[in-house]
Structures are given as C-alpha cells and as structure tokens.
C-alpha cells in the first residue's frame, strides 16, 4: 500500500519515482484480487493491468498530490483518497490500452511485450475487461471519501469522453480512412489537437486530480494542468519518435505502425531532428510551469526529462 506519510524528498528520482510505481502496482494487484466477478474476466484484466510499465498517470496523481500538499498546507502526507484515485486513473488508462489494441482499432498483437488482451484471451473478453476497468475506476473515485468528489468525477469523465480521449481515438481513426475519405491532419496544430485529446486529456487530467486531492487553488490547479498539457505533448512527440527509432523488443510492441497505416506523425511533419527540436521546446514548457515548487518539484522535473531519450 502506499504510505499514507508521503514520500520524504528524494536523494534519487529515478529510485523515488519506481518505488511509488511499484507500489501502485501492488495496490492494483490487491484491488483486483478482491473483486467478485467471472474468473475469466479477473484473469484478462490483470493481465493488461499486472503487464509492467511505468504507471505514468497514477505517479502524476500522487506527486502532484504530494508536491501542493507540501506547498499549500506545510504537511508531508498525501491527502485522504490519493490511492484509489491514482489507481482510478490506471484503470481509466489500461481500459483504453485494451480497446485501442482491438482489431476494429489498432489491431496490436503486442503490449508491454506480451500478447495483447484478444490475443492472451479472445475479443469479446477483452472488450469487457475494457468496459470492467472503465466503471471501477468511477467506483474508486466515487467511493474515496474526498471532499472534492464531484469535482474528480466529473473531470476524469471529460477527460476520458468524447471532447478527450475517445473523441481523439474518433480522430485518429478518421485520419486513417476507416470511413471512407481520410480526414486530413497535415500541420503541427491540427496534429496537437487530436493528440491532446487522445493522449494529452488523461495526462493533464492525472495532474488536476492530484491538485484537487491537496485542495490546491485554482491558481495552482491551472498551473499543474498546464504542466500535464506541456508533458502530454511531449510524451506523445517521445512516442512517434520510438515508433521510428526502437525496434519492437525495445518498445515492447509493434513499431513502424503509424507510417505504414498512413497516418500523421510528428517525425513525418517536422523530420526526426524537427520532432526532437519539438519535444525540446514542450519539455521546456513543462519544466517552467514547475519552477515556482523549486525542490519540491524534482520528481517530476524528472520524469520530463526522461522522456528525452525515452527507450520505452
């Protein structure tokens, strides 16, 4: 579980920073465990929710959490709730990871180096472990006991509705001519929209939740959700370069996917050396919106730059 006293200030980010993911995914382990439902669906869901990764999202949650708690209240803990609402953002994520690797979508036979949920099981499980996942992060958020609740609720589900991330996925695969004519995405701005929502709205949305959970002002919200849109970016711009650079065991699935399914990318608008020169710049946005937390903030000053020379 994670410690409810906070992490204390790290002598190591990087240890720091897999630590708190490690602890996620024991949270995560437990909370499936628990759950009354058909063995086969349990089984599908923790195979997308156990598989690895960096818990990106749910770390967002809680150092920001952590960062304006600090800052705000002069206090070490993390606030009441923080847990179920990291894990509620995990959910929300692997829900949408499960989907996207359909083969009415993405149709990706790897994630995270295993066999993606409709290979390990078959296609219709795999939708409703999606589905599983989609409603027990709103029971997390529902249930944490936060004071800000309906707030929470309320802008996990924009995040991940039809102006956020599905809406996005709607655009992706527009821009791929599943429909018929394909909808062009021919300039950095059209290509940062779609982005935004697909990729960018959860990410931002993990930073507001960890203001909310610290009771934060609205100032300092803003501020940290302007963080979550410069990272977004960046983690996106970071994804089409390791579709480019990293060879699919490095990665841990499919790569050279985007250019073969004709769409937009940012190292096919701007060129590699364009697209790194553009995530530079949105990790420099994301860094100066954290300059006011000082050492407080080196954690997540971390994390940004990792996604410099990302190799998965």
């Known amino acids: 579980m994670i410690d409810p006293a906070g992490p204390v200030p790290p002598a190591d980010p990087k240890e720091h920073l897999a630590r708190i993911a490690d602890s996620i995914s024991r949270d995560m382990d437990q909370l499936l465990a628990e759950l009354k439902a058909p063995e086969r669906l349990v089984a599908a869901m923790r195979h997308a929710v ?152 959860l990410i931002e949305v993990a930073c507001s939740l960890g203001a909310h959970l610290a009771l934060a002002p609205e100032e300092e919200r803003q501020r940290v959700a302007r963080f979550g849109q410069s990272l977004g970016l960046a983690f996106q711009i970071s994804d089409d370069l390791l579709d480019v650079n990293a060879t699919a065991e490095q990665a841990g699935k499919r790569t050279g996917k985007d250019e073969a399914a004709g769409k937009t990318t940012w190292p096919g608008l701007l060129g590699v050396e364009g697209a790194q020169k553009a995530l530079d710049a949105s990790l420099g946005d994301a860094l100066t919106a954290l300059e006011p937390y000082k050492e407080a903030a080196a954690p997540l000053q971390f994390l940004a730059v990792s996604l410099k020379d990302r190799t998965i």
């Open 50 to 201: 156990l598989a690895g990764g960096k818990r990106l999202r749910p770390v967002l949650v809680l150092e920001v959490a952590h960062m304006l708690t600090a800052s705000t209240h002069s206090k070490t803990q993390l606030p009441p709730g923080a847990p179920q609402i990291a894990m509620a953002v995990e959910c929300i994520h692997t829900y949408s990871l499960i989907h996207d690797d359909l083969p009415s979508m993405d149709d990706d036979d790897l994630r995270r180096g295993q066999p993606t949920v409709h290979k390990a099981f078959d296609e219709a499980t795999a939708i409703l472990a999606g589905d599983a996942l989609q409603t027990l992060a709103f029971e997390l958020v529902a249930t944490c006991g936060h004071p800000k609740t309906p707030m929470m609720v309320r802008d996990l589900a924009r995040a991940a509705g039809a102006d956020g991330m599905v809406g996005g996925q709607m655009l992706d695969l527009a821009a791929e001519g599943r429909f018929g004519q394909a909808t062009t995405i021919g300039d950095t701005y059209a290509l940062a929209a779609m982005q935004a929502m697909k990729t960018g709205a």
